[in-house]
């Protein structure tokens, strides 16, 4: 597992974004780990979130493909920022940010300079845009923002899309949101880290009991997409 992952697990725990135990999730599942990533609301974790997602844009995307990077209103606002000053800071990459406004629902009927007017940032004919945001679970912000900036702008590449973790789980609905995302889009998805490398990384470092394994391990057992059912026993 590269150093970056490995220091981002111990970043989540240190800020308490990732939690042990037994929680109720939206869905109504009980997990036995949540993220939280609303606790990253000072200056040191936006600082540290911009190594972390530029650690992994460097080891996942060339520079050359890519020349924007957006992050969907509100949570991928600071992390698109935090991201492009990570670039230049640690990897002397120099690249242009953008994001969306939240504007009400209807813009269907909205002239092309009305939509322009809600994308800061300049965005361009034919510009190669990776995407940042903290998670993906209906992946709805991220339809709505391609659409918008397709619709501001002609011939867009979108290189992929860069998350926090990723789960690997399905949905209520059986659907791996992930997996449906890039198909939809045909945009990959990179997590920063998932939970299998998580769990890897806890255990290796003794940071996570047995019994506490077990419980993530049944959870994905019962939850888990296809992949993660290949790896889990």
Do not use: C
């Not at 992952?5 to 780990?33: H, N, Q, T, V, W």
């Not at 939280?36 to 609301?41: A, I, L, R, S, Y």
């Not at 600082?47 to 949570?75: C, M, Q, W």
């Amino acid at each position: 597992m590269e150093v970056y992952k490995e220091e981002f697990i111990d970043f989540l725990l240190r800020k308490s974004a990732l939690e042990i135990g037994e929680f109720k999730l939206k869905s109504g599942r009980i997990s036995p780990y949540f993220i939280n990533t609303g606790v990253f609301d000072d200056g040191e974790s936006i600082a540290e979130l911009g190594y972390f997602y530029s650690s992994t844009i460097v080891d996942n995307f060339r520079k050359e493909d890519y020349d924007i990077i957006f992050g969907p209103a509100y949570k991928g606002i600071p992390l698109a920022v935090a991201t492009v000053i990570g670039l230049l800071g640690y990897f002397d990459i120099n690249k242009g940010y953008s994001f969306n406004r939240k504007e009400p629902k209807g813009y269907g009927e909205a002239t092309k300079q009305d939509k322009q007017n809600w994308i800061v940032g300049k965005i361009k004919d034919g510009d190669r845009i990776l995407m940042v945001d903290d998670v993906l679970t209906t992946g709805h912000t991220k339809y709505e923002a391609i659409d918008l900036l397709k619709s501001v702008a002609d011939d867009l590449r979108f290189v992929g899309l860069v998350i926090a973790v990723d789960r690997k789980e399905v949905g209520t609905d059986g659907i791996n949101a992930v997996k449906q995302f890039e198909q939809k889009t045909g945009i990959p998805v990179r997590p920063i880290v998932d939970i299998l490398e998580i769990k890897t990384y806890l255990s290796k470092e003794g940071k996570i009991s047995e019994a506490e394994l077990k419980g993530i391990d049944d959870y994905l057992k019962k939850y888990g997409n296809e992949e993660v059912k290949r790896w889990v026993k």
